[in-house]
């Protein structure tokens, strides 16, 4: 929820390959602010650049390296699981 009590929403863009699962997908994700006529969501949505850079990192990458080797084959459900977490 923002400072003026909106929702803030996460946008959530994910790359899948063609040889999932071998090769994990690929997510970017960014913030969206209610507009409040001028640019002050985009100066927010910098405000929160590095949180936003270090989620990317443990979805895309820190996440691959706890996962069981017999789960392996479940690497996207938990990256959505790992993003849902962590913007909560």
Request: glycine residues 4%; hydrophobic residues 45%.
């Amino acid at each position: 929820m923002s400072e003026n009590g909106d929702d803030v929403k996460l946008d959530a863009k994910v790359k899948i390959s063609v040889e999932y699962p071998v090769r994990p997908p690929l997510w970017a994700v960014d913030l969206l602010f209610p507009s409040s006529g001028d640019k002050n969501g985009e100066n927010i949505s910098a405000f929160w650049f590095n949180e936003l850079r270090a989620m990317e990192a443990e979805v895309n990458l820190h996440i691959l390296k706890m996962l069981p080797f017999d789960e392996q084959n479940q690497v996207l459900a938990h990256q959505v699981r790992c993003l849902t977490m962590l913007f909560n």
